[in-house]
């Protein structure tokens, strides 16, 4: 079982990414359980954004551990542990009187949950202007300060995570789409020869 976080940047090809490793890991016959992120679906009011942030943390762990139960080939979250970690650090001037270095610490337990990471990344103009092309009305997280607060959140969190001996893979989402797709399909590919040898070993 693997357990694979995309993450990063809006707008920046995660969730088209995470389809095609889905449609790719199927039609080879693996068992694939999606995880999609908690703040979807919290019943929270966003203005509290450090028990919003919370409640969706929590429940992207649980949907984690109970997909661990039922023993799927692959498991793919979309924004993960990292994901919440680097977050805070876009959300910390909404917390005040929160102890946001204890919540990361606490957050960076849980990434033993995880196997590998993808990190998908865009400027934050470029992230304004593909909202922009599929709604009128661009909510407050596409405002260019607050992304460009949240893009320096994850760089630290990716440098952060890579000096504790994490391999992850970093996506450009400036790049053209269809590069970026034959990245995830090469990574989907050593994903599954991966886990097909660890396989044949046991």
Not at 53 to 77: C, G, M, P, Q
Not at 134 to 156: A, C, I, M, T, W
Not at 160 to 181: A, E, P, S, V, W
Request: include cysteine; glycine fraction near 6%; charged fraction near 30%.
């Amino acid at each position: 079982m693997k357990v694979i976080e995309f993450f990063g940047m809006p707008r920046s090809g995660k969730t088209t990414a995470i389809e095609v490793m889905e449609s790719f890991l199927k039609q080879n016959g693996q068992r694939v359980r999606l995880v999609y992120e908690g703040a979807r679906i919290s019943p929270l009011d966003k203005s509290d954004r450090f028990n919003y942030h919370s409640w969706s943390f929590h429940n992207t762990v649980n949907r984690i551990l109970e997909a661990k139960l039922d023993h799927y080939d692959f498991i793919l979250v979309d924004r993960g542990v990292l994901d919440h970690m680097a977050f805070l650090g876009g959300i910390k001037k909404q917390c005040k009187g929160k102890d946001i270095q204890t919540t990361f610490n606490y957050y960076s337990e849980f990434l033993q949950l995880q196997d590998r990471e993808l990190y998908f990344t865009v400027n934050p103009k470029e992230a304004i202007k593909r909202e922009g092309k599929n709604k009128p009305f661009v909510g407050r997280v596409f405002e260019k300060s607050f992304l460009q607060g949240l893009l320096d959140s994850y760089e630290k969190v990716v440098v952060h995570t890579q000096d504790n001996k994490r391999n992850i893979l970093k996506i450009d989402g400036n790049n053209d789409l269809n590069y970026n797709l034959q990245l995830i399909i090469a990574l989907s590919q050593d994903l599954l020869q991966e886990k097909l040898k660890e396989g044949g070993e046991e």
